[in-house]
């Protein structure tokens, strides 16, 4: 097998400050990670290491901040997270920026330096405490940086973090050879069991409709709103159910899998489709309720929703080598010429070559050129394939749900104009 370590003669080693049973002032590696092609990488464990072996699919992302907000992002599912961010930990876990009820989702976590200390007034319990309540693994003194190149280069690969110092290299080589996030139905493996409904907005001390970049069209100061709007649950973000309702909608939640024909019957003014984890296309379901919705009513999708509407215009998706996950994606916007810096968290994209005439692709990723943003006149569309959302991140695209909102108000025409002010 091939052994990636670090290079001593550069890289001063980073270990919390517990002592092993020789008196030594740090950690000695007891965990590995082993990918798919062979390569392995040395670290120790933290967080929940009772399972021996974790499976998953292992992803970099390139966010300075929210590391919270990553872990628990149900569109993880499926996957163990490298944070090229090198210092984690150092804030701990709080209660107010969880983005799902449920915790983690994500199998694990991919860390160069494991914080030695916690600094932060909002904080709870440490990263180590929370990973090991959510059974997530933890590996720390990892090369990160020799981790993400073999990443971009090669594109995602299935790895095993392992604790069990007798398990052979070969063996967990084989183990992540035969598991694959392709044609895996992760929505419902997130979604909520049944229909809620959601009102609570975005905190004052968080908001940034006074920083000009939001127009807060239809925001009415209060919990629940004029404007009706059912939500597809694919792992959806609390944070964008904040965002829905500071802008005066009442949101009902329902399941990835909630009937089209009860979704209609419930009158809304329009109808959201969530981000999510994992292959479009192994939700058929979804795809054939969306089919059924647009067109009728105004809609709106991000991220997995941006994928599911992509298929129901009749499109088709594929997937990317290395996805996309971080804080800070370029994005051009077609309607504007403006860029929008982006935060973004997915593995699958719209191939714009399948789409109708009648779909318009207005927002395009300027590092690989992929499809970021579509807008249907005709059936009163509008998708993006990142978070607007954003919490911690950027908060350029936060005005697509103004858009949304307008589109609710208004019956058709002139309502997927450019509103941002250049």
Known sequence: MQQVGLADACVEREREPERDEGGKPWRENDARLVLENGEVYSGYGFGHTEDKTYVAEVVFNTSLTGYQEILTDPSYRGQTVCFTQPHIGNVGINEGDMECD?????????VRHL???????????????YLKRQSVVGIAGVDTRQLT???????????????????????LVAMAKSWSILGKDLLKEVTCKE?????????????????GISASIGSNGGGGGDLKVVAYDYGIK??????????????????AD??????????????FFSNGPGDPSAAPYAVENARNIIGKIPAFGICMGHQILGQAFGGTTFKLKFGHHGGN?????????????????HNFAVDPSTLPETVQVTHVNLNDGTVAGMVSKDMNVLTIQYHPEASPGPHDADVAFDQFVEMMRKEKGGVLEPKVSL
């Open 149 to 171: 190149r073999a990443l971009r280069e090669k594109g995602s690969l299935v790895g095993v973090v392992c604790t069990d110092e007798s398990v052979e290299d070969a063996d």
């Open 238 to 255: 609390s944070n964008i159910l904040k965002r829905l309702s500071s802008r005066g909608c009442s949101v009902t939640v329902v399941p």
């Open 258 to 271: 909630y009937p089209w024909e009860d979704v209609l019957a419930m009158n809304p003014d329009g109808v």
């Open 195 to 211: 229909p809620y409904e959601w009102s609570t907005q975005t905190e004052d001390e968080w908001e940034f409709k006074e920083m």
């Open 115 to 129: 914080s030695e200390n916690v600094s932060n007034y909002r904080s709870r319990e440490t990263l180590d405490a």
């Open 102 to 110: 449920h915790g983690c989702h994500l199998k694990g976590v991919v």
């Open 329 to 345: 994606h370029p994005i051009k916007n077609t309607l504007t010429d403006a860029i929008e810096i982006s935060a973004q968290n």
